[in-house]
């Protein structure tokens, strides 16, 4: 695994929640569940027109995956300072503003990086190239063991 795909394991854990949270509207719409949170932290279910059973499996359903989302946003979080923290590890300002513009706050178009920061596309492009070196050498101890790291990495997901 090289810095690239590491840093942007951020951005696949953000469409993961994104996603279980469609999955979570399209659930709660198809089942007629409303839930609400209560002052204690504890979630109130209600459902429409169902009964028995089934009623309480989806409503179990619905509160599992509502679990599974804050589980992730967590993890989310606690992910993302980490990288901040690694970014900030590097010497060079324009490396750690172009690693934290694309991998943190999620900038895709380089372009616009590049119009934000007042330089070329192409200055950008290859100083996000070096700031991914740097990185690598900043943390060698993320990427000298790429089998072990790699599947450390990727369980979480």
């Given amino acids: 695994m090289k810095a690239k795909e590491y840093l942007s394991q951020l951005e696949q854990l953000d469409q993961k929640i994104k996603h279980k949270k469609q999955e979570l509207i399209e659930a709660k719409r198809n089942r007629g569940i409303s839930t609400a949170g209560t002052e204690t932290g504890k979630i109130q279910t209600t459902l429409a027109g169902s009964s028995g059973k089934q009623t309480e499996s989806q409503a179990?359903?619905?509160?599992?995956?509502?679990?599974?989302?804050?589980?992730?946003?967590?993890?989310?979080?606690?992910?993302?300072?980490?990288?901040?923290?690694?970014?900030?590890?590097?010497?060079?300002?324009?490396?750690?503003?172009?690693?934290?513009?694309?991998?943190?706050?999620?900038?895709?178009?380089?372009?616009?990086?590049?119009?934000?920061?007042?330089?070329?596309?192409?200055?950008?492009?290859?100083?996000?190239?070096?700031?991914?070196?740097?990185?690598?050498?900043?943390?060698?101890?993320?990427?000298?063991?790429?089998?072990?790291t790699d599947g450390k990495l990727m369980e979480k997901f």
Wanted: hydrophobic share 35%.
């Fill in 60 to 148: 179990l359903k619905v509160v599992s995956l509502e679990e599974i989302i804050e589980s992730q946003i967590i993890e989310y979080m606690e992910l993302k300072h980490k990288y901040i923290d690694q970014i900030h590890d590097l010497k060079d300002g324009l490396y750690i503003d172009v690693l934290y513009r694309r991998y943190i706050r999620g900038e895709k178009n380089f372009t616009q990086i590049a119009c934000d920061m007042g330089y070329s596309y192409k200055h950008i492009i290859n100083k996000h190239g070096e700031a991914l070196i740097a990185f690598e050498k900043s943390h060698q101890d993320l990427f000298e063991n790429e089998a072990v």
